[in-house]
């Protein structure tokens, strides 16, 4: 499993929408769940879906929509990339994945080894403090799109 960061390559590195699309990601078949968010997005029907909500699990196509509509970025939150065979159900059954609220003694997602936090999702993207974006897999594919697209990455 691998951690990439990036926080060297453009302005803001949390607006998803020229993520999935320089990853390739933005038609592939998947559910996101979407948890442990902090955004402000533009547009109040995303501001009220946010507020009212603790976690988000959409299509990519639901997703690519939403920041089609309005591309804000993200403050903190995790992006956790599940194959859309998965019943939703069943995905939010297992827990939400986490980056900026965890108590001490849990999975720090920022320092202990790098490892999926959602047991069904192929890999995991990260907005962390609207500062870095990082991801976890071990999808050979993805971590050479990664690096091409962000060649300053930082790699663990």
């Not at 442990?36 to 997005?41: G, L, S």
């Not at 995303?46 to 976690?55: D, H, I, P, V």
């Not at 050479?144 to 060649?151: D, L």
Request: proline share 5%; with cysteine; charged share 25%.
């Amino acid at each position: 499993m691998k951690r990439l960061y990036c926080n060297h390559e453009f302005r803001y590195y949390t607006q998803l929408k020229q993520v999935l699309l320089d990853l390739g990601l933005a038609d592939q078949d998947y559910l996101w769940l979407i948890s442990d968010f902090e955004a402000y997005p533009m547009k109040k029907e995303y501001q009220e879906l946010l507020n009212n909500s603790t976690y988000l699990l959409l299509s990519t196509k639901e997703l690519m929509n939403m920041l089609e509509a309005d591309d804000f970025q993200w403050i903190w939150a995790v992006f956790s990339a599940i194959p859309s065979h998965h019943q939703k159900d069943d995905i939010v059954k297992q827990g939400l994945p986490y980056v900026d609220h965890f108590e001490k003694g849990q999975y720090n997602p920022h320092t202990d080894p790098p490892k999926l936090q959602h047991p069904y999702a192929d890999f995991e993207l990260y907005a962390v403090d609207s500062t870095c974006l990082f991801m976890i897999t071990e999808n050979d594919s993805l971590i050479s799109r990664f690096k091409k697209s962000y060649p300053k990455y930082m790699e663990e």
